[in-house]
T-cell receptor
Framework: SQTIHQWPATLVQPVGSPLSLECTVE??????LYWYRQAAGRGLQLLFY??????ISSEVPQNLSASRPQDRQFILSSKKLLLSDSGFYLC???????????FGPGTRLLVL | DAKTTQPPSMDCAEGRAANLPCNHS???????VYWYRQIHSQGPQYIIH???NNETNEMASLIITEDRKSSTLILPHATLRDTAVYYC?????????????FGKGTHLIIQP
């Protein structure tokens, strides 16, 4: 069966520090991968999605970036965090052509 | 994606059936209706989806009206663990690898 992992589960970072969040998927090949953010009390916002290694599409311009170094690995990064980057970051996967997305447990980020 | 309208909140007694409505009057002929839920502090969880016919799985049933302009998600025997925000989403098949658009959903509260 397929599983999706995210780490860390929680993170507290100072403003201006770098960020690296990792997501890995097991049990499937060539998945579509997604990064979402959910700010406190708000809905989910799609940040990035990827249909393959090295292929990244950005939905919202900001100080975050994403990379996909391996088929089942998706990384969210920032060189300098802002207070507004605080939120709940969710990774998800789907199989091409199907619309069902499966979400990871999320990373809760607090920027102070 | 077609727009959906859901009540902001609903209560249901434990053990009773929870019926969550969704209006999608602008749905196109090839668009599917998807339901997800998000339990507090967790990632969204896929529940069920359908096109025209009613669907049932181990979690819930989905009833889609004949004109497809609305649907109802039914949790047959609600438990306290079903307390969550429920999202109704309309998407075309193979609508791309881009992300899901989550509205505000319905906050379902199961009362003991």
């Amino acid at each position: 069966s397929q599983t999706i992992h995210q780490w860390p589960a929680t993170l507290v970072q100072p403003v201006g520090s770098p960020l690296s969040l990792e997501c890995t998927v097991e049990g499937t090949s060539n998945p579509n991968l997604y990064w979402y953010r959910q700010a406190a009390g708000r809905g989910l916002q799609l940040l990035f999605y990827s249909v393959g290694i090295g292929q990244i599409s950005s939905e919202v311009p900001q100080n975050l970036s994403a990379s996909r170094p391996q088929d089942r690995q998706f990384i969210l990064s920032s060189k300098k965090l802002l207070l507004s980057d605080s939120g709940f970051y969710l990774c998800a996967w789907s199989v091409g052509g199907l619309e069902t997305q499966y979400f990871g447990p999320g990373t809760r980020l607090l920027v102070l | 994606d077609a727009k959906t309208t859901q009540p902001p909140s609903m209560d249901c007694a434990e053990g009773r059936a929870a019926n969550l409505p969704c209006n999608h009057s602008t749905i196109s002929g090839n668009e599917y209706v998807y339901w997800y839920r998000q339990i507090h502090s967790q990632g969204p969880q896929y529940i069920i989806h359908g096109l025209k016919n009613n669907e049932t799985n181990e979690m819930a049933s989905l009833i889609i009206t004949e004109d497809r302009k609305s649907s109802t998600l039914i949790l047959p025997h609600a438990t306290l663990r079903d307390t969550a925000v429920y999202y109704c989403i309309v998407r075309p098949p193979g609508g791309g690898a881009d992300g899901l658009t989550f509205g505000k959903g319905t906050h379902l509260i199961i009362q003991p």
